[in-house]
């Protein structure tokens, strides 16, 4: 295969794997590598029933085009991995004719697509629409209500410093204190107007999450609730904004805490490297993941409200904007990364983000050899 195709096979999304007539693997992608727990080197001439167990779905169907030379689908099929662990794929397998034979069936090609990886690219596709969306409606309000709004602060000024009476002046600076309160939540909003701001450094994402805990630990509603800690050291430098993450960890474990009750309240940070769902990196290439992981024990989060989260000034709470998931998700979304929420009846509440390895970290510590 020519160096040049390679690349292009390999940067797709799905597993692509060539079988030559007599059921043997002829090449295949970085992505069915990574589907089969293999390396390229390891399985080229290697018979397909060797690879995958004789009877499975894909292995049926690539022997039956080599047979009939009609093409076949099959969605949803459970593959369970050499490395463990299933993973739900479609597979669709196409018979191949050598041109050079005078058309002769000469193998077939199987495209296997990893619905995780398609569900997450779906999610960031979603996730960015979105918040174009809340870019327009924040660019909106902060025209026509930022401004009105410095007018109101004015003469509630200007007429605090007229009244003639104590109650005429706390009036005025009534109206004044929830005109910045106003101001303030427009500012806020602002963040999804914006656009691309991120300022990456190489950042060590334990660290960030060190200084969020010790910061949620010098406040009232930490007392008597745990937080622990479950890092993987191998885990590397970032390249990330470190101040836009360190705002959306603390959104998180501060929703954690307020969740959990003290006395029994447990919240659990947890990190790890993951092939398992690749992003986009920010080079268009296919690279593993961090993931990061806020869990508690806390009352959970009905499926009614579950679906409305994320939507700006959603909130539960007396005193809460509904800013800090919605304001988290657009960080997030800007590091190429996902954010979802997980709330199973009974079990608490697990926040998960997925963020993507920077390519030369990648090489230098993650990638399989292939
Ligand atoms: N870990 C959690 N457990 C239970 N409910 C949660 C959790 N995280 C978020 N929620 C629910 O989601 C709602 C929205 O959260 P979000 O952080 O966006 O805003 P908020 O916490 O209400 O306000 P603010 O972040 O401004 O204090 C919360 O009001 C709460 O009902
Ligand atoms: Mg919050």
């Not at 929420?341 to 079990?347: A, L, Q, T, V």
Request: glycine share 10%.
């Amino acid at each position: 295969m020519s160096r040049e195709l390679k690349s292009v096979l390999d940067a797709v999304h799905d597993g692509i794997l060539l079988m030559d007539r007599g059921g043997y693997v002829e090449d295949l992608n970085a992505e069915a590598c990574r589907i089969f727990g293999t390396s390229a080197g390891n399985i080229r001439g290697v018979s397909m029933d060797r690879l995958i167990d004789p009877g499975r779905a894909i292995v049926s169907l690539a022997h039956r085009v080599v047979e009939t030379g009609q093409p076949y689908v099959q969605d949803e099929v459970v593959f369970e991995r050499r490395t463990g662990g299933n993973v739900t794929i479609d597979i669709s397998v196409s018979p191949m004719f050598d041109p050079e034979l005078s058309g002769q069936l000469d193998g077939a090609v199987v495209m296997i697509r990893d619905r995780t990886i398609t569900q997450s690219l779906r999610e960031i596709v979603n996730q960015q629409e979105q918040l174009v969306s809340y870019g327009l409606i924040a660019a909106g309000i902060a025209h026509e209500v930022k401004n009105p709004l410095g007018g109101i602060r004015g003469a509630a000024e200007l007429l605090g410093g007229w009244s003639v009476d104590d109650r005429g002046s706390r009036a005025a600076s009534l109206i004044v204190d929830e005109v910045d309160r106003i101001t303030a939540l427009v500012e806020e909003l602002m963040v999804f107007a914006r656009g691309d701001e991120l300022s990456r450094t190489s950042v060590n994402l334990h660290q960030i999450l060190d200084s969020v805990i010790e910061l949620c630990r010098l406040d009232p509603i930490a007392g008597g609730i745990s937080i622990g800690r479950v890092y993987d050291p191998s885990i590397p430098e970032i390249s990330a904004d470190a101040d836009r993450l360190r705002q959306v960890f603390l959104n998180l474990l501060r929703n954690a805490l307020q969740a959990t009750s003290a006395g029994h309240g447990r919240v659990e940070i947890e990190t790890r490297m993951t092939l398992e769902q690749r992003l986009s990196s920010r080079d268009q290439t296919s690279v593993p993941t961090v993931q990061i992981v806020i869990r508690d024990n806390g009352g959970g989060i009905s499926p009614e409200l579950l679906a409305r989260l994320a939507t700006p000034f959603v909130t539960t709470k007396e005193k809460g904007t509904g800013l800090g998931l919605a304001v988290s998700r657009h960080w997030v979304t800007l590091h190429r990364g996902t954010l979802s929420i997980d709330s199973p009846p009974g079990e608490g509440t697990s926040v998960r983000i997925n963020l993507p390895l920077e390519a030369e970290k990648v090489r230098a510590s993650a990638r399989p050899q292939s």
